[in-house]
């Protein structure tokens, strides 16, 4: 429940979309969902991705490929963005 929690009432994800990727809810809400979601609320904030991403995409990419695609390839626009990320991480665990 409180990964559809924060998928639909912090994030804004339709619950229908949620429960079309059952595999989000075998990610760590604390550990993969939040740090993930917090980077892309920021990007979208910012203007620099148009939308969010599907839920497929932000809980089945790999740490490595996410950091590439969405904190590295921002961080010279949103300095500090790679700090965030690795904050929420830590403050979950």
Do not use: T, W
């Amino acid at each position: 429940m409180a990964v559809i929690n924060f998928l639909v009432n912090e994030m804004g994800y339709d619950s229908s979309s949620v429960a079309q990727v059952p595999g989000v809810f075998n990610c760590s809400l604390k550990e993969r969902i939040i740090p993930r979601c917090s980077v892309i609320k920021i990007l979208v904030s910012k203007g620099l991705i148009k939308e969010m991403i599907p839920l497929s995409s932000v809980s089945a990419m790999v740490d490595e490929a996410f950091l590439k695609k969405f904190v590295s390839k921002y961080e010279h626009q949103v300095p500090g963005l790679l700090k965030m990320f690795e904050y929420h991480q830590l403050l979950q665990n």
